[in-house]
């Protein structure tokens, strides 16, 4: 069969940038091999790509013109292998994190790490080296993966683990994909013994009290999260709750065997009637500052209520990915080119993480530009080369991007950058659109960066991997690389 292949318009998750690209499919290793020779034999750089859930360019060719191919590992996806008693599995790259728990959960496990939304491939988010609101607890990812193969730029495919290879399995991973593509990966899941958490809301008047309470329960949960309302002034700054949950132990579910299946996790298809998939046109309604400060409001005081009352039982899939629960929930910030949304996170060491935040939102709102989801975690370090991870903090906020104010939002997020940078900050490339022209250099420590350069010149001479992301944090100097 033919390698499948079209040309369409690629584009960020966040929906505020993209390009038309030539897009190769493949199923299996050899159509992949088939693809890096096309591509090379077309004399253009490859961007690797999964599902495409980076809120930024992570994914996108790197010219806005058509020169660039973009290798969809989407529907390269079966399961190659779980094993009920260690909850083990091996895929290929393309599966996804719903198609994984959808086939692990039924027999009591769930993946150790997942985003906010299940929609990911297991090889992007290794190649993000992904963080859940578990991240304090057991790391990133990269924790959870065992070993993987990566297929080279030459066609010759590497196995990786920490004691063969370690230091391609180090470095692949985190590397968003500038070394070679993911073609079949291990992972460790969690052994769960109900298809429900225990969820304690905690309501927090400020950023201070919303960190001391997430810092309290490190040691008694197993995830935890805060929401900040970031249009809250004063006294108020950075109020909103925490959600704080734990695993069932076994025996405390009278009936794993229905809330572990995948019909018990399914989310309701409707709300009153309306369809779901329709919701996003009540969002569309909502966009504007003035109703988004209203709806963190709600969001704040039933975050009150529900501190004033005894734990409750959720869903993993609702716990997890509660923003897949509103589906196309993004387009609410509208559906024409030039607007859409940008994801701004910075990570700031534990010690500096108060103050720069808190900077960070007073500065939103003495420019008018407040983000509309403001979402907290806490981080561990990690071994991986190129790590985002602190031992510290982040705050994810969501920009609402238009035209008449594009420019001024990215270059205020720049500015924000450095602070962040002077703190001994860092950035998560799956969220960035704004980080400005080789930044990447000044973020991470040199002789790491340099190590991970010196092994990509090795691997691939020709930089045939390469992204617009990677142009952009490098400083447009990746044929040095
Ligand atoms: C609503 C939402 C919530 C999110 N929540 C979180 C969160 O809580 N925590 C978090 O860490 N992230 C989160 N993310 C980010 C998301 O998990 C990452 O961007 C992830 O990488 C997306 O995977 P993907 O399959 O869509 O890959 P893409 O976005 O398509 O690609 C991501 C990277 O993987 C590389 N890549 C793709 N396939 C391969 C391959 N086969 N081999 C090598 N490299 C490859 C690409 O080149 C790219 O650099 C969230 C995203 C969204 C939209």
Redo the contacts with the bound molecule.
């Keep these: 069969m033919p390698l499948a292949r079209s040309y369409r318009y690629v584009e960020a ?1 966040g929906m505020a940038a993209g390009s038309e690209a030539r897009v190769l499919l493949p199923h299996s290793l050899e159509e992949m091999r088939e693809a890096l020779a096309a591509t090379r034999a077309a004399g253009s750089s490859l ?9 930024g360019d ?2 996108l060719p790197v010219s806005a013109s058509r020169d660039g191919t973009v290798l969809d ?2 529907r390269w996806n079966r399961i190659l292998a779980f094993d009920p008693e260690t909850g083990i599995v091996e895929v290929e ?2 599966v ?1 994190l719903d198609l994984l728990w959808r086939h692990t959960l039924p027999h009591g496990w769930w993946p150790q790490v ?4 299940s ?3 297991i ?11 578990n991240n304090f607890a057991v790391g ?1 990812v990269g924790d959870a993966i065992l070993d993987f193969d ?1 297929l080279l730029a030459d066609g010759s495919v590497r196995t990786c683990s920490r004691e063969r290879e370690s230091e391609l399995f180090h470095a ?1 991973i985190g ?4 070394l ?4 079949r990966l291990r992972l460790r899941t969690k052994r769960v013994y109900s298809g429900e958490l225990s969820v304690t809301t905690y309501a927090s008047h400020d950023l201070g009290e919303m960190m001391e309470t997430v810092q309290a329960h490190v040691d008694d949960a197993d995830y935890l999260v805060g929401w900040v309302d970031a249009f809250a002034r004063g006294d108020a700054l950075g109020r909103g709750q925490v959600h704080h949950a734990r695993y069932l132990d076994e025996g405390e579910d009278p009936h794993p065997e229905e809330t572990l299946g995948v019909a018990y996790q399914e989310p309701p298809r409707s709300v009153f009637g309306v369809p779901k998939s329709e919701l996003w046109r009540v969002m569309r309604m909502l966009n504007g500052d003035r109703r988004w400060r209203f709806v963190n409001s709600v969001r704040y005081w039933q975050g009150r209520l529900e501190g004033a009352m005894a734990p409750r039982r959720w869903t993993h899939v609702e716990f997890a990915f509660l ?2 629960s509103l589906p196309n929930w ?1 387009w609410g910030y509208g559906r024409v080119p030039g607007r859409g949304l940008i994801q701004f996170q910075p990570f700031v060491p534990r010690d500096r993480a108060l103050d720069v935040f808190r900077d960070i939102l007073r500065k939103s709102q003495e420019r008018d530009l407040v983000p509309y989801l403001g979402v907290l975690k806490r981080h561990r370090p990690d071994p991986f080369w190129l790590t985002h991870a602190v031992d510290g903090w982040s705050l994810a906020l969501d920009y609402k991007v238009t035209p008449a104010r594009r420019d001024e939002l990215f270059a205020f997020c720049r500015e924000l950058s450095e602070l962040v940078l002077a703190a001994g900050g860092r950035f ?4 960035d659109l704004t980080l400005a022209p080789g930044f990447a250099r000044r973020m991470f420590p040199p002789e790491r960066l340099q190590a991970f350069l010196e092994l990509k010149r090795e691997l691939d001479p020709e930089n045939l991997f390469q ?1 617009r ?1 990677w142009r952009r944090v490098l400083g447009d100097q990746s044929n040095d690389a």
């Excluded at 997942?114 to 939304?117: I, L």
């Excluded at 090889?123 to 609101?133: D, E, L, P, S």
């Excluded at 070679?180 to 073609?183: D, E, I």
């Design positions: 998750w961007t690797l790509r999964g599902t495409g859930n980076s809120y992570a994914s590992c989407s790259p393309g996804t997942v985003s906010g939304t929609f990911p491939t090889a992007g988010i290794a190649a993000a080296n992904i963080h859940g609101k990133t990566l692949a590397a968003f994909g500038l070679g593509v993911f073609t923003l897949d993004k998560y490339f799956a969220k992204t992301l």
